[in-house]
Structures are given as structure tokens and as C-alpha cells.
């Protein structure tokens, strides 16, 4: 990927490769810093998701909440309202999701997970992850409620049934 880029450092896609491939190998850094030679402002809006979805990983990995859940949050905005959800989209909202859990920040998770869930309401495991949210703020009826909705699309989910039968034990 490096020498491709050597070669044409105007493919965009190549850059993201490469950046993935240093968050695959823990070079957190070099993905961030290899986005941010990206001049933003001359793409798209998917293109500009996938950039802020780099840097928020990059981020959240190198342990810099704060800057992960900022790229985000940029990102959201380059959503839109009314499609179905890209996999770039996807792969945000988990991200953030999942920012907003390790800062302790159980309620902002859950409205990720449900903002998700308007788009794709038969997700097992987005609900799966809704019902985990809401355990951890002992909020169990609720929990409970994921897990089932959850099991009406498909009865045999080995983690819903398993979670399911946590909060039938607490």
C-alpha cells in the first residue's frame, strides 16, 4: 500500500487501506496521522465518514476519549436521516457507542443504540447490546424487553439467550 502510494498518493482509498492496516498492526498513530494527510474538504460525505470513523478508532484505541467521541460525533453529522445505514455508518455508531460506554456514559449509549435501531429495527445485535446498556443501569424490565424483541426475530441467539437468562437471575 505504501508504494501504491508512492506511485499515486491521490487514491483516496488507498489511504484509508493503509490506515486500517495500521490500526490492524497497532500503529495507532501512523493511521492517525495518515488521515489527517487526507485534505478533507475535497471529498464526500461517505468519504468524510470513513475519515472521521478512522480517527475516532485511531483514538479510542490510542486511549483519547474525548478526540474519539469528537470524530464521532462529527461523523453523525455526515449521516443521512432518512437512508438505510451504510456499513461505515454501522461500524460510527458502534464506535461511539462503545466511546460513551468506557466513559461511563451509559444513558449516551443507549440513545446511540436507539437512534441505530430506528434505522434497522430487526438488528439482534444492536437490541442484544441495548439490553446489555440498560443491565448495566440496572434497569433489568427493560433489559429484559431488548433480549425478547431480540428473540422474536430469531429464538435461538446463543448470546440473547444467554444475557436473557443473567437478568432472569438478578
Given at each position: 500500500?505504501?508504494?501504491?502510494l508512492?506511485?499515486?498518493?491521490?487514491?483516496?482509498?488507498l489511504k484509508?487501506e493503509l490506515?486500517?492496516?495500521?490500526?490492524?498492526?497497532?500503529?495507532?498513530?501512523?493511521?492517525?496521522?495518515?488521515?489527517?494527510?487526507?485534505?478533507?474538504?475535497?471529498?464526500?460525505?461517505?468519504?468524510?465518514?470513513?475519515i472521521?470513523l478512522?480517527?475516532?478508532?485511531a483514538?479510542?484505541?490510542?486511549?483519547?476519549?474525548?478526540?474519539a467521541?469528537?470524530?464521532?460525533?462529527?461523523?453523525s453529522?455526515?449521516?443521512?436521516p432518512?437512508?438505510?445505514?451504510?456499513?461505515?455508518?454501522?461500524?460510527?455508531?458502534f464506535a461511539w457507542?462503545?466511546?460513551?460506554?468506557?466513559?461511563?456514559?451509559?444513558?449516551?449509549?443507549i440513545?446511540?443504540?436507539?437512534?441505530?435501531?430506528k434505522k434497522?429495527?430487526d438488528?439482534i445485535?444492536w437490541?442484544?447490546?441495548?439490553?446489555?446498556?440498560?443491565?448495566?443501569?440496572n434497569?433489568?424490565?427493560?433489559?429484559?424487553?431488548?433480549?425478547?424483541?431480540?428473540?422474536?426475530?430469531?429464538g435461538?441467539?446463543p448470546?440473547v439467550l444467554?444475557?436473557?437468562?443473567v437478568e432472569?437471575?438478578?
Amino acid at each position: 500500500l505504501e508504494k501504491a502510494l508512492k506511485i499515486n498518493p491521490k487514491f483516496l482509498y488507498l489511504k484509508l487501506e493503509l490506515a486500517y492496516y495500521y490500526i490492524a498492526t497497532g500503529q495507532f498513530d501512523l493511521a492517525f496521522i495518515e488521515v489527517e494527510k487526507i485534505d478533507y474538504e475535497k471529498h464526500g460525505d461517505i468519504e468524510k465518514l470513513n475519515i472521521n470513523l478512522i480517527k475516532s478508532k485511531a483514538k479510542l484505541l490510542m486511549g483519547d476519549l474525548d478526540a474519539a467521541l469528537s470524530y464521532c460525533i462529527e461523523g453523525s453529522t455526515l449521516c443521512p436521516p432518512d437512508k438505510p445505514l451504510e456499513d461505515t455508518e454501522k461500524s460510527l455508531c458502534f464506535a461511539w457507542s462503545e466511546i460513551l460506554k468506557r466513559k461511563g456514559d451509559f444513558q449516551g449509549a443507549i440513545k446511540v443504540s436507539k437512534s441505530y435501531l430506528k434505522k434497522d429495527p430487526d438488528n439482534i445485535p444492536w437490541l442484544n447490546e441495548l439490553g446489555v446498556q440498560y443491565s448495566w443501569l440496572n434497569e433489568y424490565d427493560k433489559a429484559i424487553e431488548a433480549y425478547e424483541r431480540a428473540l422474536k426475530i430469531d429464538g435461538k441467539e446463543p448470546n440473547v439467550l444467554m444475557n436473557l437468562g443473567v437478568e432472569y437471575l438478578k
